[in-house]
């Protein structure tokens, strides 16, 4: 962090690598599409290292960055919300083009599982069990206890379970 603070390119590139996972997973657990996140996540990432200055506590780095992923990830859906109203009679988005078939019909009903979450749930989850953070690093960097990150997962894995097992059993139904 010190490094990167007196313009040590490499440096934030080390900062970079280290948390454009999480920045990503906290960026979709807020828009819900996988391309808008990553934008984000480059965004806010940009925003970071001009105002890497105005972080006071180094050691609590990724909950700073976390920070800003969330404000431009709610900034962006209120400025998507604005475009969705203008362009009312538009065409619906084409799905992206890298998507193979199987990740496609897999990812699917995970995101629109995860959208049934609350934020604060689909954080927990995408940064506990996509990037492997230990409670104790998801209470730090969203700046809740170990409790209710604990909490928070308990109840999403609930959710996600009933919604994606609920889904199969319609597929099953009519399939």
Sequence with gaps: MARARRGDPAAFDELVRGYLRPAYAVALAIVGRPAD???IAQ?????A??????????G??????????????????????????SRLSSPPEQPDEGD????????????????????A????????DLEGWTHGEIAGALGIS???SRQHLFV???????????????????G
């Design 60 to 85: 609590r780095f990724s909950g700073w960055l976390l920070t800003i992923v969330k404000n431009q990830a709610r900034n962006w859906l209120a400025k998507r919300k604005l475009r969705d109203v």
């Design 146 to 148: 170990e409790v209710m």
């Design 121 to 128: 749930q689909r954080e927990v989850v995408l940064l506990h």
């Design 43 to 47: 965004d806010a990432f940009c925003l």
């Design 100 to 119: 193979g078939p199987d990740t496609g019909a897999l990812r699917e009903p995970l995101l629109a599982a995860l959208n049934l979450l609350g934020e």
């Design 49 to 58: 290292f001009e105002k890497l200055d105005t972080c006071r506590d180094p």
């Design 37 to 39: 996140a990553e934008d």
């Design 156 to 174: 999403a894995r609930k959710k996600l379970r009933a919604e994606l097992e609920g889904g199969l059993s319609e597929e099953r139904k009519h």
